[in-house]
Nanobody, 117 residues
Framework: QVQLTESGGGLVQAGGSLRLSCAASGSTFSRMGWFRQAPGKEREFVAGFTWSGGSTNYADSVKGRFTISRDSAKNTLFLQMNSLKPEDTAVYYC????????????WGQGTQVTVSS
């Protein structure tokens, strides 16, 4: 049974930092990532991490401020978020793609990030 368990969300002032974690279990993943959904908006890609090789990519809106990383021993994905802005306010979701899937096929429950101005 695949489980993705996020933690680390919360309330922070603009300019502050938060670190999200996603503990993954139950399968072998080829790629994991973070998405977010703000009220009234569609879910959008934030950052991705390819398990083999460790390549990363980011949405333009977070480049230079957010860093995605992993602890492979603990099968945990992180998102370090610095210089947070009010427009970063959203529910953040961890997602995973198993080896033979073409898309992200597992999702966490989401964690709320609120940035006050």
């Amino acid at each position: 049974q695949v489980q993705l368990t996020e933690s680390g969300g919360g309330l922070v002032q603009a300019g502050g930092s938060l670190r999200l974690s996603c503990a993954a279990s139950g399968s072998t993943f080829s790629r994991m990532g973070w998405f977010r959904q703000a009220p009234g908006k569609e879910r959008e890609f934030v950052a991705g991490f390819t398990w083999s090789g460790g390549s990363t990519n980011y949405a333009d809106s977070v480049k230079g401020r957010f860093t995605i990383s992993r602890d492979s021993a603990k099968n945990t994905l992180f998102l370090q978020m610095n210089s947070l802005k009010p427009e970063d306010t959203a529910v953040y979701y961890c997602a995973a793609k198993t080896l033979f899937s073409g898309t992200f096929n597992y999702w966490g429950q989401g964690t709320q990030v609120t940035v006050s101005s």
